[in-house]
Nanobody
C-alpha cells in the first residue's frame, strides 16, 4: 500500500499553471517535513521544494517566485502550486518524507505547446 500518493500532473502549455497534491497516509502527518522532487528524462532527481512541520519553506533557485509549497494538516496533504511553467519544468514529480524515506510513485508534468 502506498504511503504517499501524488496527483495533479498533466499536460500544460508554457506559461500555464498546475497544482500538485501529495497525500501522506500517516496518523500524525503534521510532524513530518515533506519534500517535492522532480526528475527529467536523462537527468538526476532534484529537490524542488520542502515544507517543515512548522510551515517553513525552501525552494530551489529555478522555481523561486513561480512555485509555492503549502500544507493542510487536517487533510494530510501537501500542495505544490506551479505557475509560469516552462518546458524545462517537464519531469516526473515525486513526493518524499525525509524522516521515513517514504516516496510516492510520481506524477508526470509535461509543459509543451
Amino acid at each position: 500500500q502506498e504511503q504517499l500518493v501524488e496527483s495533479g500532473g498533466g499536460l500544460v502549455q508554457p506559461g500555464g499553471s498546475l497544482r500538485l497534491s501529495c497525500e501522506y497516509f500517516r496518523t500524525v502527518f503534521r510532524i513530518y517535513t515533506i519534500a517535492w522532487y522532480r526528475q527529467a528524462p536523462g537527468k538526476q532527481r532534484e529537490l524542488v521544494a520542502t515544507i517543515t512541520s512548522t510551515g517553513t519553506t525552501n525552494y530551489t533557485d529555478s522555481v523561486k517566485g513561480r512555485f509555492t509549497i503549502s500544507r493542510e494538516n487536517w487533510a494530510n496533504t501537501v500542495y505544490l502550486q506551479m505557475n509560469s511553467l516552462q518546458p524545462e519544468d517537464t519531469a516526473v514529480y515525486y513526493c518524499n518524507a525525509p524522516l521515513t524515506q517514504d516516496w510516492g510513485p510520481g506524477t508526470q508534468v509535461t509543459v509543451s505547446s
